[in-house]
T-cell receptor, first 109, second 115 residues
Framework: KNEVEQSPQNLTAQEGEFITINCSYSVGISALHWLQQHPGGGIVSLFM???GKKKHGRLIATINIQEKHSSLHITASHPRDSAVYIC???????????FGTGTRLQVFP | KAGVTQTPRYLIKTRGQQVTLSCSPI?????VSWYQQTPGQGLQFLFEYFSETQRNKGNFPGRFSGRQFSNSRSEMNVSTLELGDSALYLC??????????????FGPGTRLTVL
């Protein structure tokens, strides 16, 4: 079993829909990152959080340390949001990043 | 500010050869991390350098090595290439130490194909 699990693996949405991507982890962590990877490979860091909630534009990230779970929400989705979203945790013991396998999102007009 | 640059962008090698990849961080950034991305294993952490010192290392064999220069530019080397080393190699820089805890800025990656 992977230490970082994401769901769903694939997600299709219509433009304007509210989207939620989930990340669960089994190790103790110091922080959690959400990353966005577009076709061609470029990766952009969206959020880093260790507690609570962060918001940036239409994106919201939450984390529940007790439940070992984080969610990434996209409000009013747009075709340009189509990408792979990757959750990564910072292991408390090793300080290393452990990555989830990603969620592939496609938003259609 | 210029972003993180990686050279070369694409590389084709044969088994047994060695390869050196280069990463130039954003000006002023002192931390550089390297990652390998494959379809089967996804993204995996290789190593992190801060001020010319290796700060952390992932679970990769000794064939994978790296270094960082005084200008923060970093190189990674893979010796005795295997077919399974075919991957996208990404580097990322951050302005502070312990890049795991800070926003990282990723380069476009080097796509390595081993034949």
């Amino acid at each position: 079993k992977n230490e970082v699990e994401q769901s769903p693996q694939n997600l299709t949405a219509q433009e304007g829909e509210f989207i939620t991507i989930n990340c669960s982890y089994s190790v103790g962590i110091s922080a959690l990152h959400w990353l966005q990877q577009h076709p061609g490979g470029g990766i952009v860091s969206l959020f880093m959080l260790s507690s609570g909630k962060k918001k940036h534009g239409r994106l919201i990230a939450t984390i529940n340390i007790q439940e070992k779970h984080s969610s990434l929400h996209i409000t009013a989705s747009h075709p340009r949001d189509s990408a792979v979203y990757i959750c990564a945790v910072v292991s408390y013991n090793t300080d290393k990043l452990i990555f989830g396998t990603g969620t592939r999102l496609q938003v259609f007009p | 500010k210029a972003g993180v640059t990686q050279t070369p962008r694409y590389l084709i090698k044969t088994r047994g050869q060695q390869v050196t990849l280069s990463c130039s961080p954003i000006s002023g950034h002192r931390s550089v991390s390297w990652y390998q991305q494959t379809p089967g294993q996804g993204l995996q952490f290789l190593f992190e350098y801060f001020s010319e010192t290796q700060r952390n290392k992932g679970n990769f064999p000794g064939r994978f090595s790296g270094r960082q220069f005084s200008n923060s530019r970093s190189e990674m080397n893979v010796s005795t290439l295997e077919l399974g080393d075919s991957a996208l190699y990404l580097c990322a820089s951050s302005s502070l130490g312990a890049s795991s805890y800070n926003e990282q800025f990723f380069g476009p990656g080097t796509r390595l194909t081993v034949l």
